[in-house]
Antibody, heavy 121, light 107 residues
Framework: QVQLVESGGGVVQPGRSLRLSCAAS????????LHWVRQAPGKGLEWVAV????????SYAESVQGRFIISRHNSENTLSLQMNSLRTEDTAVYYC??????????????WGQGTLVTVSS | DIQMTQSPSSLSASVGDGVTITCRAS??????LNWYQHKPGKAPKLLIY???SFQRGVPSRFSGSGSGTDFTLTISSLQPEDFATYYC?????????FGQGTKVEIK
């Protein structure tokens, strides 16, 4: 079955960098858009970034544009999120999610259990 | 960006009760609306896509309806495992956006 497992979270100081990874299995990795979605403490879900199929096209939320870089390694079934210039407001649980189209509607049909990133001095 | 507003933000209900959660979009999104269930420490779970289509394996007590700007998620008879936070999400345009969530608690 589809499995997504995040890793790489931890405590980091403001202004520093951190790299998250997501290991995927159970599906043809290169056939799907892959996303990062986050949830800050006490808040709702916020979409962060997407990388499409071969990784040549990416898109970001305005809140992370220019600081975060999403990438994928189709040969290894791995998704990454390089987070630079971290801010306290980036503190959140970060989920990787698979996107899928059906009936012309796009949705996140599989999610990992998340990895916690805490930005604090 | 399209804003998604859910109501109520939280509700208390008993096992066996029927529950309705509302989601309103800041502009028309046709039926590009999805619903998720999220429990603490767990992966979010897709329940409904395209406003009313069931994700495989989701119990039939969950149903979705609506189009345009107004949508509802209905749980016909709450079960103990349904106590969770529910989110709507629009996929009409990027950035994809979620409602703020509705927490369903045990009365």
């Amino acid at each position: 079955q589809v499995q997504l497992v995040e890793s790489g979270g931890g405590v980091v100081q403001p202004g520093r960098s951190l790299r998250l990874s997501c290991a995927a299995s159970g599906f043809t990795f290169s056939h799907f858009g892959l996303h990062w979605v986050r949830q800050a403490p006490g808040k709702g879900l916020e979409w962060v970034a997407v990388t499409w199929y071969d990784g040549s096209n990416t898109s970001y939320a305005e809140s992370v544009q220019g600081r975060f870089i999403i990438s994928r390694h189709n040969s290894e079934n791995t998704l990454s999120l390089q987070m630079n210039s971290l801010r306290t407001e980036d503190t959140a649980v970060y989920y990787c999610a698979r996107g899928k189209y059906s009936n012309f509607v796009y949705y996140f049909d599989s999610w990992g259990q998340g990895t916690l990133v805490t930005v604090s001095s | 960006d399209i804003q998604m507003t859910q109501s109520p933000s939280s509700l208390s209900a008993s096992v066996g009760d029927g529950v309705t959660i509302t989601c309103r979009a800041s502009q028309s999104i046709s039926t590009y609306l999805n619903w998720y269930q999220h429990k603490p420490g767990k992966a979010p779970k897709l329940l409904i896509y395209a406003a009313s289509s069931f994700q495989r394996g989701v119990p039939s007590r969950f149903s979705g309806s609506g189009s345009g700007t107004d949508f509802t998620l209905t749980i016909s008879s709450l079960q103990p495992e349904d106590f969770a936070t529910y989110y709507c999400q629009q996929s009409y345009s990027t950035p994809w956006t979620f409602g703020q969530g509705t927490k369903v608690e045990i009365k």
